[in-house]
């Protein structure tokens, strides 16, 4: 049977991890190789890499450490951030990434997730989705720009009917990232997490709130999410990736332990 | 004598992504190229045949490189990964191909009833007992797949798995040999069946 993942996220800032609180006041954390490493070693199924100054600074991602990062690493990783167009795509993929992520500029142009994913494999193609709950209008909305704290605003979609926006388009895999959670560690948002699964037929991978291991296991049984992307629990090494998987498995989620 | 850790090359076929095989192959050990050079791919001592992206893109890749009879008539060991095995194939449904025909069979998108595609992230496979491919693997581990298109379990399938409905993970005929999963991205596993292949 197909494994839940479970998927350490490296937030990258001029070649280095770092990690904020709803993404703001970001601390440094480390370099980005030896991290890499430690996670694959640990049993992460999968690392996602964002560099979250790059859409903001109109710039990409500085493609050396991707090289480094595919050398050591066994299992696959995703790069987000700033990429732009087919070429930006192509010079990541053929450094050694095995996906790549688009947010804001997919929102930008949403051709773009076309254009990607008729030249790449939908397999390849994967859309970051930053929501936010809306509580005046009862409303989860999309958010661009969410790297920069002066250039984060709302766009015109709601979170769902972009979900379905970027499916038809060609998106490979769903990053739903919800930002009134993020690095608050209270727990994923299974109620939007629930009503996205709904109408989500890609793999959904649920970001923003893990602090415990229950955690996990909530979002994995009541939005079966198909993975569950954490950063600061591991970077902080408050959950071992090890003793979580062990610890799902024994709750009787599919899971590969190592 | 030729050192037997040379000599493995990785066929060219135009498509991005070929340095994560590449990097794998270096971790254990042996030297790799990557090639479309003909003398190069008809005097090597294993081939891998990657692959990323459309049937259709890769086999006009693989004519344009005037490189579908060479590929066809190679009897050195050849392993096609992801796509690269499923051209191994007769035909693909994905954009109506014909694809090398080394093994019987046709690529058919996978079931959608009731399963997420792609089929994406790690699932356990079901090898054939004794198969030199799988030595020292054991049952039921974990492999990375990522695809929407599959082989239907036929003659040569050497490992299945299952996603909605079973499917070939793996498949041998003579010197030719095809994973649809990414070994190169399978941690552990992964590394012993590149090293299994690499020390056949």
């Known amino acids: 049977m197909l494994a839940k993942r479970i998927i350490p996220c490296l937030d990258v800032k001029d070649g280095k991890v770092v990690k904020g609180v709803q993404f703001r006041n970001h601390e440094l954390i480390g370099d980005i190789v030896p991290l890499a490493q430690r996670y694959a070693e640990e049993g992460a199924d999968e690392l996602v890499f964002y560099d979250i100054t790059a859409s903001a600074d109109d710039r990409v991602v500085d493609k050396s450490w991707v090289t480094r990062v595919s050398e050591v690493i066994d299992i696959p990783f995703c790069v987000a951030g700033g990429i732009k167009s087919e070429e930006d795509a192509a010079r990541i993929l053929e450094f050694g990434a095995d996906k790549v992520s688009i947010n804001s500029p997919a929102l930008a142009d949403p051709s773009l997730i076309n254009r990607l994913s008729a030249k790449f494999g939908v397999q390849c193609i994967v859309i970051g989705i930053d929501s936010y709950f809306d509580e005046d209008e009862q409303e989860y909305k999309v958010y661009q720009f969410t790297g920069d704290e002066t250039r984060t605003q709302a766009t015109k979609w709601t979170t769902f009917e972009w979900i379905k926006e970027v499916q038809k388009r060609g998106a490979g895999e769903i990053v739903l990232n919800v930002m009134n959670q993020d690095g608050v560690r209270c727990g994923y948002d299974t109620v939007q997490l629930s009503k996205a699964r709904k109408i989500c037929h890609v793999p959904l991978i649920a970001s923003g709130g893990a602090g415990e291991m229950h955690h996990f296991n909530s979002v994995f049984k009541e939005a079966d999410v198909d993975g569950a992307l954490a950063a600061s629990v591991f970077h902080k090494q408050i959950i071992n990736i090890q003793e979580l998987k062990n610890y799902l498995k024994d709750q009787d989620v599919e899971i590969r332990t190592c | 004598m030729a050192n037997a850790k040379t000599g493995i090359v990785i066929i060219d076929t135009g498509c991005a992504n070929l340095s994560s095989v590449k990097f794998a192959i270096e971790r254990l050990g042996y030297q790799v190229s990557v090639s479309k050079d003909k003398n190069v791919l008809t005097s090597a001592t294993k081939l891998f045949l990657p692959g990323v992206g459309t049937a259709q893109e890769a086999m006009q890749n693989l004519a344009d490189r005037e490189l579908i009879e060479l590929v066809k008539s190679l009897t050195q060991p050849v392993l096609g990964i992801c796509l690269g ?116």
């Open chain 2, 85 to 200: 095995m499923q051209l191994l194939a007769e035909f693909s449904s994905e954009g109506n191909v014909a694809t090398l025909g080394i093994i019987p069979g046709t690529i058919d998108p996978m079931s959608a009833e009731n399963v997420r595609l792609p089929h994406m992230g790690w699932n356990t496979i079901t090898a054939n007992d004794g198969h030199p491919l799988f030595k020292d693997i054991p049952d039921n581990s974990y492999f990375y797949f990522v695809h929407s298109y599959a082989l239907t379990v036929g003659s040569d399938t050497i490992a299945t798995s299952v996603h909605g409905q079973p499917f070939t993970a793996a498949v041998n005929r003579d010197n030719f040999y095809g994973v649809q999963f990414h070994p190169e991205r399978s941690s552990a596993a992964g590394q012993q069946l590149i090293k299994n292949f690499l020390e056949m």
